[in-house]
């Protein structure tokens, strides 16, 4: 009677324990608490980085004039296509840099910050830029006229709103990482912008000298990856120690 | 007479609302307004004139065509209920409305949706049919049509003809929508050259979208076989009948000037004024050969209760179109 007493209350507590796990559970998902912040996982002591150039060979196409005749409140008579960018010196403009492969596991803290992305001139300010996965891009209108911001990713979810009044201001987030987000403009035909949405902080985009620098990278080896919206990609790999910076030149050709 | 011309002014804006799709495909614009069915939060019938810029302006044109085409198919399908004696034809009118509605709920979804293939080709296919749904009803209240073509004697009913017509009209619709596949998935320059195919009569390399434009380049040459095919048998058999007669000469201009438009489209890289026509001509080619389909049908249907007919001198038949007549009358 004794052993049947205690099994029963050994039965009794068990259920009470696995429905106090059970119920624990429940309520864990129904407050849905936010993960615990994940702490840069990189060591200041010991952290190199990736510099270079990239440059064109060849001649380049020049910039064109854009007409933009369709919307006189576009008003931008210098206007001229950004999509091939190069100095005199052969610096190519406009490349988004990234760490592609390497970093394994790692994780990185999302910035909050809202990246910027503007609609001034009837043309999107930056023609190329990147964010981190999770990093809200703030999109804004600048131009007395309206616009359309179609972004039509292919692992992301697409999206197409409208700006009819100058100063107004929409908001969105990439979840995934997707290289690159092409954006558009409807209403403005040659109004183009890309993002390189990826999972860490490792990115760059070159500017009118054509260099880029990753900093803040663990010790390891890293592929690289050059995107050029008319030349495609490049990649490199490259292996950095402890404190070592390494110099990753790309050279295009047209 | 008034209805009849009314009829006619909704079918000709049809072929206005197919041009303007056409201007909003050709430039790219199917997104410049991104919400639906208001224009950036305006209604639609507000949004300010100075807003029509750039993509929105053939966006906009296009909504604001396909509401008045709606409005007219609305009032052409309760006028033919209030005045028109053949139930066909009255249901004719609510066929024209349904059509025109869900046309628009496509056009709308399709934006709502960024362009999906499938409905935005639905949105272009079914916008050919509702021009055929106008067309035949501006057809069957036409002094002509009432009246059975009579003044150069009864009306033919040519078996051959009928069936080739019909066979032609099939094919012209299967080859437009394949049409707007190549469109909609944009395959318009999957082959850059013309006539030749990459420099040879046939390409040398396959995907999906040169698979597609290779078919309506096929579709091209059988169409005009048939219509060739269909036109001769009227030239040939009824040279007699103006109402075979024109629209068959008709044809042969309006494949003629199609055959031209798809290759300037090719050359052109899609000029989209070009393109644009190439789309409006195909549905007329649609059109016309309907006409001719049903006027090639036309003693095989009713007389009209009051129609001209009878001083033609025509021998009338009672046809099926009697009850609803009466009904008609009754209403």
């Known amino acids: 009677m004794r052993i049947g007493s205690s099994i029963l209350a050994l039965f009794v507590a068990s259920v009470a324990l696995a429905a106090a796990a059970c119920g624990g559970g429940s309520d864990k998902s129904a407050t849905s608490a936010p993960a615990a912040p994940v702490t840069n996982p990189v060591d200041p002591a010991t952290a190199g980085s990736v510099a270079g150039k990239v440059t064109f060979m060849g001649t380049p196409p020049p910039p064109q004039p854009i007409k933009m005749s369709s919307d006189p409140r576009c008003n931008n008579p210098e206007a001229k296509t950004e999509a091939v960018m190069v100095a005199g010196d052969g610096s190519l403009q406009n490349v988004f840099v990234y760490v592609k492969d390497g970093l394994g596991n790692l994780k990185f803290p999302v910035p909050t910050t809202a990246l910027v992305l503007d609609q001034k001139g009837c043309q999107y300010r930056p023609h190329v830029f990147g964010v981190q996965a999770g990093q809200p891009i703030e999109i804004l209108n600048s131009d007395m006229t309206l616009h359309n911001i179609h972004a039509w990713p292919q692992t992301n979810q697409e999206f197409n709103m409208g700006q009819s009044l100058q100063g107004m201001k929409d908001t969105h987030v990439f979840t995934t990482p997707e290289i690159m987000v092409p954006f558009r403009c409807d209403v403005h035909k040659w109004m183009n912008s890309f993002v390189g949405v990826v999972a860490h902080p490792f990115f760059a985009v070159t500017g009118a000298d054509g260099a880029f620098e990753l900093k803040g990278l663990p010790p390891g080896t890293y592929t690289i990856e050059a995107w050029h919206e008319k030349f495609g990609t490049k990649t490199a790999s490259v292996t950095i120690g402890a404190k070592e910076s390494k110099d990753v030149p790309f050279t295009f050709s047209g | ?331």
């Open chain 2, 1 to 331: 007479m008034l209805l009849h011309l009314f009829a006619l002014l909704t079918a000709a804006s049809t072929a206005v609302l197919i041009f303007a799709g056409g201007l909003v495909t050709s430039t790219g614009s199917g997104l410049s307004v991104p919400d639906w069915p208001n224009s950036y939060g305006w209604f639609m019938f507000t949004f300010p004139l100075e807003n029509w810029v750039g993509g929105i302006f053939y966006e906009h044109s296009h909504r604001l065509i396909a509401s008045t085409v709606g409005f007219l198919i609305l009032v052409l399908a309760f006028w033919l209920w209030r005045a028109e004696p053949r139930r066909w034809v009255r249901r004719l009118g609510f066929i024209a409305l349904g059509a025109v509605i869900t046309q628009g709920v496509l056009g709308g979804i399709t934006v709502l949706w960024y362009l999906p293939d499938p409905i935005s080709i639905a949105h272009a296919s079914l916008a050919e049919i509702v021009f055929c749904l106008t067309t035949t009803i501006a057809l069957v209240t036409s002094p002509g049509w009432k009246a059975r073509y009579a003044a150069r004697g009864p009306a033919p009913d040519d078996r051959r003809l009928q069936r080739v017509a019909l066979a032609t009209l099939a094919m012209v619709y299967v080859q437009i929508v394949v049409g707007a596949t190549m469109r909609h998935t944009d395959a318009g320059l999957a082959i850059p050259d013309f006539p030749w195919m990459f420099g040879h009569l046939v390409p040398d390399h396959w995907d999906p979208k040169i698979a597609i434009h290779f078919a309506h380049r096929v579709g091209a040459l059988c169409v005009t076989t048939m219509l060739l095919v269909t036109t001769g048998q009227v030239f040939a058999r009824h040279r007699n009948r103006p109402e075979l007669l024109r629209p068959s000469i008709l044809l042969l201009v309006l494949v003629t000037l199609q055959i031209t438009l798809g290759a300037l489209t090719v050359l052109s890289h899609k000029e989209y004024i070009i393109n644009s026509l190439h789309v409006v001509t195909g549905a007329s080619v649609l059109v016309t050969t309907l006409v001719l389909t049903l006027r090639a049908h036309r003693a095989r249907f009713g007389d009209v209760l009051g129609s001209t007919s009878r001083v033609a001198g025509s021998p009338l038949t009672a046809g099926p179109d009697h009850a609803g007549a009466a009904a008609g009358a009754r209403a």
